[in-house]
């Protein structure tokens, strides 16, 4: 591990930031949630955008980690809503999906997009980033 590398891991190490995972596949859900924690990262994981809302009432983490196609609503959708909202809109999202390219450059509008199968490396750059 090179100095900056470790610098890089003991500044994540220190400041413990917080992560909302939201996807409605436990198993991608797991392997975010898990990365994230790799990474410094607490997180907190959840199935639908009405189980993030109720999250949302009481805590605002430091990222939102969001798919796109869950059963109760659109990603892309929410983040409209996350972004006019005055407690939220500072709070960043990164979308994780699969959806067609076409819904992919139009929600990365709003913010980073990592399409599935995901690029783990590009994934901890955007969490770096955000950081």
Not at 3 to 23: G, K, Q, W, Y
Not at 98 to 126: C, M, Q, S, Y
């Amino acid at each position: 591990m090179s100095l900056t590398e470790s610098l890089a891991a003991a500044r994540r190490a220190h400041t413990r930031r917080r992560a909302f995972v939201v996807d409605d596949d436990p198993a991608t859900r797991r392997l975010l949630g898990d990365v994230a924690l790799e990474l410094g990262w607490e997180s907190e994981r959840f199935a639908t955008l009405r189980s993030l809302r109720a999250a949302l009432e009481r805590d605002v983490p430091d990222v939102i980690i969001l798919d796109d196609e869950l059963p109760d609503g659109r990603g892309g959708d929410f983040a409209i809503e996350v972004r006019s909202s005055t407690r939220l809109r500072r709070t960043p999202i990164i979308f994780c999906t699969a959806a067609e390219p076409t819904r992919r450059r139009e929600i990365g509008r709003l913010a980073p997009v990592l399409g599935k199968p995901f690029d783990l490396a590009r994934f901890e750059r955007l969490l770096d980033e955000v950081a």
